[in-house]
């Protein structure tokens, strides 16, 4: 029985070809270019799909005198849409006008079309919040890799061939120019582009503290930010103060919604007195368009960007309300405990009478501030209190359920502890604050860096103990339990570069991968229009190089598991079979088509050799059968190809022959 294979797309002409092509390429594509016009402006997505037809016109010279008519033009249209100089506008360029080269006049893709696709999803992919869109856009990437590869192979439907060499250069050089782009390209802060930022970042600190605020929050694995400063910190130094609540409603603590309005006072920094212990140091924030601005100690500088400005109670708030604060930002503090300033502060309770009461009584037995706050953490540590993640509910009025706290349930954590101390502090007629923020944090020494997660969110008590001089408290750490839960915390989160056996080798090695993500992330992923301007300077070096490495692993990330892939295949005996017999065929100047069938080749060789005719015949019928015929049992099969290593050996000795006469 004879056996034909069906080849590839070379039954259809070249037009065909290329339209079919087009339309693949299209569809591939659609998802990213949906998605950036999405973000940017929906009538980009129509330019998109009217520049396809294009692609099919002949490559003639009236072709390149209609497109360099018409890119002018679209820059006009395009600069409508996203007004340059910012990154949008040059997103839609490089989206809109790759279209012209995205199929080839042989009715293949271009060699470096992936550029149009691969440079969009990238700037999508980087500045996205979504999740989901990230995720869409990766798998719409690998999808239109894929189409890309069958396409260029002119997608033969048997005894595919990959074309390795044009698909690694194709792949590679598209990355270099997409980053190389991404290089030159004049950008603007992220959140610029409208609809890729959410409009808040959700966070494990607000602006309210409730009874039950923190239970869910600590228990949150998720990062929070990370600060870079040049060598590590003291623990009790590590107090990243995020709001200062100073309105009491209940048992409830919140921030003063006027205060924003505020902001044009004298700050805070102009309140400071003289300081001793001055910090320098960066933050970058998890997710991107944060409400806040972590500070290690007490802020030094009125502002850190365009739109964080500090405020008289010594916390950095928006500008103004449609601002959005940067995601990565270089801060200046003061580590000075207690610290002199002037701030705003009340002295209102509401309810606790029991409370009150017994503060005010103690305070007129000692009779100064700094022997009451003494006196109240001493009563914290020697008294029958534990710290609890999961204590029991508090009931009664809202105006006693500190008192319950304080009195009967002795059971709660930071918040619980320091709204009860502050409380006690102002009953006492001493000037205090509830302060939220985030304590602690996992030293990575090979980054230089702490990471602070959402579980370190914390609350403490910041007191005036002589007019103008402010003390942080934090009454957790006396209580015993809570005291032991902070040190073992602590003693971990400092101590994992000397952590002995396999866990610290364990987490070593992932400090190491979060530093190069974080590295790569800080050099590629939060490129701006100043690093942007410093790196063309050739004032840093190290991100160039961070370049460099990222688009040798991502070309790496393409090219190895297409060498794994050809490997895998030569383990195939009926791979090594049929390379054998198309590398004899060479020998006589035959070469296959990738679209021309196993027994079509036979044919054409034994018309060219006619003294092979029966060997090469039967070699192509029994490897079509067992390709594409039936299954059959393992002895047949491997019978049958005993049979096909025998006609190699009989084609060898034919030519041997032939040779010698």
Not at 112 to 125: E, K, T, Y
Not at 133 to 157: C, K, Q, S
Not at 362 to 377: C, D, E, H, P
Not at 547 to 559: C, N
Request: hydrophobic share 50%; aromatic share 12%; glycine share 6%.
């Amino acid at each position: 029985m004879r056996w034909r294979e069906h080849s590839g797309l070379s039954f259809l002409p070249g037009t065909a070809r290329a339209r079919l092509t087009a339309l693949l390429l299209a569809f591939a594509a659609s998802p990213v270019a949906l998605i950036m016009a999405y973000f940017i402006d929906m009538r980009a997505f129509i330019l998109w799909l009217l520049m396809w037809p294009i692609t099919l016109l002949p490559r003639r010279w009236w072709r390149t005198v209609f497109l360099l008519a018409l890119i002018p033009l679209m820059l006009v249209v395009l600069a409508q849409l996203a007004p340059p100089p910012q990154a949008p506008y040059f997103m839609l360029v490089i989206l809109v006008l790759s279209v012209c080269e995205q199929v080839g006049e042989d009715g293949r893709p271009g060699a470096f079309n992936l550029i149009g696709v691969i440079f969009p999803a990238l700037c999508v992919m980087v500045l996205s919040t979504n999740v989901f869109v990230f995720l869409l856009l990766l798998v719409t990437v690998i999808f239109y890799a894929g189409v890309y590869t069958l396409r260029i192979n002119d997608m033969p439907l048997s005894g595919l061939r990959i074309r390795l060499l044009p698909i690694v250069v194709a792949l590679s050089g598209s990355l270099f120019f997409a980053i190389a782009a991404f290089i030159l390209m004049p950008r603007v802060n992220p959140t610029a582009i409208p609809g890729l930022v959410a409009p808040q970042a959700s966070s494990g600190v607000g602006d309210r503290l409730d009874m039950g605020r923190f239970s869910q929050v600590i228990l949150n694995g998720e990062d929070a930010f990370r600060a870079f400063v040049e060598r590590p910190i003291a623990q009790e130094d590590l107090y990243w103060r995020v709001h200062v609540l100073g309105l009491m409603e209940g048992a409830s603590w919140l921030r003063d919604p006027r205060r924003d309005s505020q902001i044009g006072a004298l700050p805070f920094d102009k309140r400071l007195g003289r300081v001793e212990q001055k910090l320098r140091y960066g933050v970058r924030h998890a997710r991107q368009a944060p409400d806040w601005h972590p500070i290690l100690g007490v802020a030094l500088e009125p502002r850190v960007d365009d739109n964080a400005r500090l405020n008289r109670f010594g916390e950095f708030v928006k500008q103004t309300r449609a601002s959005v604060l940067s995601q990565q930002v270089v801060m200046r503090s003061s580590l000075d405990n207690p610290y002199r300033a002037q701030v705003p502060y009340m002295l209102q309770i509401s309810g606790q009478p029991r409370l009150a009461a017994w503060a005010q009584e103690k305070y007129a037995a000692v009779g100064s501030r700094r022997a009451f706050i003494n006196l109240l953490l001493s009563h914290f540590a020697s008294g029958d209190y534990q710290y609890s993640l999961q204590p029991e509910t508090l009931t009664g009025a809202p105006a006693q359920r500190l008192d319950n706290f304080f009195f009967n349930t002795k059971n709660g954590y930071c918040s619980h502890y320091a709204m009860a101390m502050a409380t006690a502090l102002r009953a006492a007629n001493i000037p205090a604050n509830v302060i939220i923020g985030y304590q602690g944090g996992e030293w990575n020494g090979f980054g230089q860096y702490y990471r602070i997660r959402q579980s370190d969110a914390h609350a403490w008590v910041e007191a005036e103990i002589e007019p103008g001089q402010w003390l942080r408290l934090d009454p957790t750490q006396f209580v015993p339990s809570g005291a032991r839960n902070f040190q073992r915390r602590q003693l971990l989160a400092s101590n994992i570069e000397n952590l002995p056996g396999w866990r610290g080798a364990v987490a070593r090695g992932l400090q190491r991968v979060d530093a190069f993500v974080v590295r790569l992330n800080s050099d590629i992923v939060l490129y701006d229009e100043q690093a942007r301007r410093e790196l063309l300077s050739g004032t840093v070096l190290g991100r160039l190089l961070s370049f460099i490495g990222f688009w040798l692993f991502a070309s790496l990330a393409f090219i190895v598991p297409l060498m794994l892939w050809r490997w895998w295949l030569r383990r195939d005996a009926m791979v090594r079979l049929d390379r054998q017999f198309l590398a004899l065929a060479r020998k006589d100047g035959l070469e296959r088509a990738a679209y021309e069938g196993r027994m079509d080749f036979a044919r054409r060789w034994a018309e060219k050799k006619p003294f092979l005719e029966v060997p090469v015949r039967r070699f192509a019928d029994i490897f079509c059968r067992l390709s594409y015929g039936a299954p059959i049992a393992q002895e047949e099969r491997a019978a049958a190809q005993g049979e096909m290593k025998s006609r190699l050996q009989l084609i060898r000795q034919l030519r041997r022959n032939r040779a010698r006469t």
